[in-house]
């Protein structure tokens, strides 16, 4: 059954530095969104790209955060200056559109684990 | 505004127990989707069920049941005869049509004791 990958499964960062999460969504799916839970909390909205552009995208999502599709199957997650409260696991899910413009159930993959010391 | 409510923080039950795990929606939408996902202890989010608002069947799989009512604006998950592994944490979320994005409740921890 297709699943939606990402790597690394965990990362450890000093305060400040960039990290780039990576995901490979399933290959049929169009849209794709980053989701994030802070340990112990609810699982929040970051981003949904389609068509090679943001289609949405929530407050957390500031200037510090980047989406991008860089080739036919990858899809990353920038984060470019890493701050303590960044320290999250961070989620990747697709999904394929449906007639009439809406989207199907979103997939998720595993999950990256981001501590930021 | 929309938002997802999951009172229940924590159920314990013992094995074969039914148990059902609660979620109150609120949309301003006419056409929205529910969903249940499962996060096991390993950590991942597993799809279990989703719902459309014009749909309001209730939906059995195997021993899992899922009860939709729009009149009280919830998408109650009942678990028959639960079992060890059923223990996780379940998300129930809604979607607008209006949005690309899944609004999660806070989860419900169920803990089934052998």
């Known amino acids: 059954e297709p699943e939606v990958t990402q790597t690394p499964s965990h990362q450890v960062t000093q305060m400040g530095q960039e990290v780039i999460l990576r995901c490979v969504p399933i290959?049929?799916?169009?849209?794709f969104y980053w989701y994030r839970q802070i340990l112990g909390q609810k699982v929040e909205f970051l981003v949904s790209f389609y068509n090679n552009e943001i289609s949405e995208k929530s407050e957390i999502f500031d200037d510090q955060f980047s989406v991008e599709r860089p080739d036919g199957s990858n899809f990353t997650l920038k984060i470019r200056s890493t701050k303590l409260e960044d320290s999250a696991m961070y989620f990747c899910a697709s999904s394929e559109p449906l007639a009439g413009g809406t989207q199907e159930t979103q997939y998720f993959g595993p999950g990256t684990r981001l501590l930021v010391l | 505004a929309q938002k997802v409510t999951q009172a229940q923080t924590e159920i314990s039950v013992v094995e074969k127990e039914d148990v059902t795990l609660d979620c109150v929606y609120e949309t301003r939408d006419t056409t929205y989707y529910l969903f249940w996902y499962k996060q096991p202890p390993s950590g991942e989010l597993v799809f279990l069920i989703r719902?459309?608002?014009?749909?309001?069947q209730n939906e059995i799989s195997g021993r899992y049941s899922w009860n939709f009512q729009k009149s009280t604006s919830s998408f109650n998950f009942t678990i028959t005869a639960s079992q060890v592994v059923d223990s996780a944490v379940y998300f129930c979320a809604l979607k607008a049509d209006s949005s690309y994005k899944l609004i999660f409740g806070s989860g419900t921890r169920l803990l089934v004791r052998p």
């Open positions: 719902r459309n608002s014009f749909d309001e």
């Open positions: 290959s049929n799916h169009l849209y």
